[in-house]
Nanobody
Framework: QLQLVDSGGALVQPGGSLRLSCATSSFPLDGYVIGWFRQAPGKEREGVSCIDKSGDVTNYRDSVEGRFTISRDNAKNMAYLQMTSLKPEDTAVYYC??????????????????WGQGTQVTVSS
């Protein structure tokens, strides 16, 4: 069973930056497509970004395009979400998730097989 641990959430001022991390020690991460999702209070969970197994293909939801960068280091079994120019509307619990049923950067929420426990990001002055 793949176990994911996400971390790096914090309280940050608008315009600030954070880097979220997703780690696993149970299985090599290079066999999995990785996605980041978020859930704001009172809202449904939504996809933020996705990266394929090799790290060559990425995609982002429109509202974070150009501000967030997803990456991975398969040698370290780590994935990351670098977030810059943060806005109050980015406030949410962020989750990393993984699936090994595709090789493409397709992070469909209902098809993600493994989830981290979530890390809180709060953007506020």
């Amino acid at each position: 069973q793949l176990q994911l641990v996400d971390s790096g959430g914090a309280l940050v001022q608008p315009g600030g930056s954070l880097r979220l991390s997703c780690a696993t020690s149970s299985f090599p991460l290079d066999g999995y497509v990785i996605g980041w999702f978020r859930q704001a209070p009172g809202k449904e969970r939504e996809g933020v970004s996705c990266i394929d197994k090799s790290g060559d293909v990425t995609n982002y939801r429109d509202s974070v395009e150009g501000r967030f960068t997803i990456s991975r280091d398969n040698a370290k079994n780590m994935a990351y979400l670098q977030m810059t120019s943060l806005k109050p509307e980015d406030t949410a619990v962020y989750y990393c998730a993984a699936r090994n049923t595709t090789t493409q950067a397709m992070c469909i929420m209902t098809e993600m097989q493994h989830w981290g426990q979530g890390t809180q990001v709060t953007v506020s002055s």
